[in-house]
């Protein structure tokens, strides 16, 4: 259960950014979305290795 604390006069536009905030960082909403359909764990492995090279490529552009 996420708790969000309010503070005394505290807008509620901002309240609710917290809370929305706090939920994404959960990924709540990202398992749902992978649950809808199966993927096999040789296609979820190669994606990870896809964004490992891409990652590892962009740091390298960074550094030079």
Aim: glycine share 4%.
């Amino acid at each position: 259960m996420l708790i969000v604390p309010v503070k005394e006069g505290e807008n509620i536009e901002r309240a609710l950014k917290k809370f929305k905030k706090k939920f994404e960082r959960t990924g709540t909403v990202k398992e749902l979305r992978s649950r809808q359909h199966f993927t096999k764990p040789s296609v979820e492995r190669r994606e990870e290795i896809k964004k490992a090279i891409y990652k590892e490529k962009m740091q390298r552009e960074e550094e030079a």
